[in-house]
Nanobody, 124 residues
């Protein structure tokens, strides 16, 4: 079982930056889980944003955030992060972190544990 709690969301202007954090409480070694970030805008389906392997050595991004967002993790702190730069209004959504026992994946169905989400709003 893994409990995930996101933080760091908020209101920012276009071009601004935010860093989301995901704190994990797990009975298993945190590094055994890959982690992902997803987002869901009003009226839209949840979409994949980025993922990172358990060791942190491999990452994967959706094309729309490449070069702007950076996913990372600190296994010693049982935490994951999503640094978001050059934010755009279309990045506005609730952001969720998730954990999977599978290797790096962008499929939401392959994530076993989810946080409650944190709101990110980018004003134009």
């Amino acid at each position: 079982q893994v409990q995930l709690v996101e933080s760091g969301g908020g209101l920012v202007q276009t071009g601004g930056s935010l860093r989301l954090s995901c704190a994990a409480a797990s009975g298993r070694t945190f590094s055994t889980y890959s982690m992902g970030w997803f987002r869901q805008a009003p009226g839209k389906e949840r979409e994949f944003v980025a993922a990172i392997s358990g060791s942190g050595g491999s990452t994967y991004y959706v094309d729309s955030v490449k070069g702007r967002f950076t996913i990372s993790r600190d296994n010693a702190k049982n935490s994951g992060y999503l640094r978001m730069n050059s934010l755009k209004p279309e990045d506005t959504a609730v952001y969720y972190c998730a954990a999977s026992i599978k290797l790096l994946t962008s499929w939401s169905r392959e994530y076993d544990y989810w946080g409650q989400g944190t709101q990110v709003t980018v004003s134009s």
